[in-house]
């Protein structure tokens, strides 16, 4: 992993110096095993533990051996056996193979890390409460299929990413149930070397308890819902960073990242502000996803063992836990800082023309329009035409520009135009009868008639027209937000 990516507590557990201190911590609790249950002397076991921890473990000796044995394990062994007197070597190591040693070390690296990634998650979770609390009463447009659709709050929206970020947090917790098991079987995990009561007493020592269903290994289907866990995880953060990015977008943005004060945003455009945090957790996202598909693809092994899983397993889970636990830091410090603009969030409705409010004004007008004789479909057919009357579309079929001398003239008209002012509003068309014909629907000027006639007519009552402008009040669009808030703050 790029050290830029890196998070320090990651590095130190998944170290050379840990992984062969998590090994030696395996060695004692054997050692401790056999003195609790009679197979050594407690002065034995005293002294061979006072050895190894007395002297460090030698990295470049190990290194040395590791490179000549080609055997990691059997490199660590002699290194601390050059500690030990001889007569205490039938002792050290006793009826082991490789991965008893280095099972229970397995585990508890990956109980630290997944401790870990519930803790940025937890910092997740306090952010997205804390915004959603901030921001209850900011109303926004809501977007589907990145088009306009009906009104939420922003706090509404960060309260939805909170609540994807409790299932993240019960898959963790699931996940870690499974951690703490592991072995000291023996070779293909039948006790044919150590008993079943040793291995009990040397894990619960680890504070871990005995997998009776081991092999050499563990098998490896025992880290997938963790694997499945850091992927729901790193969906959420990559599901913000998308929506950050997509509303940071120049015109009218709602959002932006926190740019500071000697910041560049672009080596050849000084305007810009590029939203480079998000960006770049969404990359590391995506080595996050090849990491952990790497584990899965090595969850099967021949028979009792081979050692693929060793190979992959040595870079991607500590890598994967790199890019996991710095893009949580990275999306939490994004959401604490980033700038929310809630005027143009305001704007934005405004721009609307009213448009937020369609569904509730069709079903509105169907009800109304059965006393005119108007059907469901043509309801719908009138507030879609006036949606286009209030939102035109510009003219697709305009012929292009044939030189740049003819796109600068037509640019230049149009600056030289003033700007519009008030746009015209949905409730206003509706209301007054205003209906126009649109490039983009087929409507005849019967119908166009016929329903300007029946507008005007329903709506020149004070019942009809209180209705209307109660379906754009934002009370009608957001009060069922409340409920939520109050399920999901409770949570």
Request: with cysteine; proline share 5%.
């Amino acid at each position: 992993m790029d050290k830029r990516y890196m998070v320090p507590d990651i590095t130190h557990l998944w170290s050379l110096e840990q992984r062969l201190l998590g090994w030696q911590e395996t060695e004692i609790a054997c050692i401790r095993a056999d003195q609790h249950l009679g197979n050594i002397s407690p002065e034995i076991a005293d002294a061979m533990v006072q050895v190894l921890e007395a002297n460090p473990i030698d990295i470049s000796v190990y290194e040395a051996n590791d490179k000549e044995l080609r055997h990691d394990l059997n490199a660590f062994l002699q290194e601390r056996e050059r500690f030990l007197p001889k007569e205490y070597h039938k002792y050290f190591h006793r009826e082991m193979t490789s991965y008893d040693t280095q099972e229970p070390a397995m585990a508890r690296r990956l109980q630290a890390s997944a401790a870990l990634v519930a803790a940025g998650l937890e910092r997740l979770d306090q952010v997205l409460l804390a915004q959603a609390e901030k921001y209850r009463y900011s109303p926004m447009v809501g977007r589907t299929h990145g088009q306009w659709a009906e009104l939420q709050t922003f706090g509404f929206r960060c309260l939805r990413y909170r609540a994807v970020l409790k299932l993240c947090q019960a898959q963790l917790e699931f996940a870690q149930s499974f951690l703490d098991y592991s072995k000291i079987s023996g070779a293909i995990a039948n006790y044919t070397g150590r008993t079943m009561e040793e291995e009990w007493v040397a894990l619960d020592l680890l504070n871990l308890r005995p997998f009776y269903g081991a092999s050499q290994i563990m098998p490896r289907i025992i880290y997938l819902p963790l694997i499945g866990a850091m992927r729901a995880a790193g969906e959420l953060l990559g599901q913000i960073a998308l929506d950050v990015r997509l509303n940071a977008r120049s015109g009218c943005p709602i959002m932006q990242e926190f740019f500071s004060p000697k910041q560049m945003g672009s080596s050849a455009m000084p305007h810009k502000r590029n939203p480079i945090q998000t960006e770049g957790a969404a990359g590391i996202l995506t080595l996050l996803f090849g990491y952990l598909g790497s584990l899965e693809d090595v969850i099967q092994t021949w028979e009792e063992r081979a050692i693929e899983q060793s190979s992959t397993e040595r870079v991607a889970w500590p890598d994967a836990f790199h890019a996991l636990i710095y893009c949580l830091g990275r999306i939490a410090s994004v959401l604490e800082k980033e700038y929310v603009y809630t005027d143009n969030m305001l704007l934005e409705i405004k721009n609307m023309g009213g448009c937020y409010a369609t569904s509730r004004v069709k079903t509105l007008l169907k009800n109304l329009g059965v006393a005119y004789g108007l059907a469901g479909e043509e309801a719908y057919r009138i507030v879609q035409l006036a949606a286009f009357n209030v939102i035109p579309v510009p003219d697709p079929y305009l012929p292009p520009a044939q030189s740049l001398e003819e796109a600068e003239e037509r640019l230049q008209a149009l600056m030289a135009e003033p700007r519009e002012g008030q746009p015209l509003h949905l409730r206003d068309v509706l209301m007054q009868g205003a209906l126009q014909p649109s490039a983009f629907l087929e409507t005849s000027a019967e119908d166009l008639e016929r329903w300007n006639a029946i507008l005007k007519k329903m709506f020149s009552f004070p019942g009809p027209q209180e209705a209307l402008r109660e379906a754009f009040l934002l009370k009608s669009h957001l009060k069922g937000e409340e409920g939520v808030f109050k399920a999901l703050l409770a949570s």
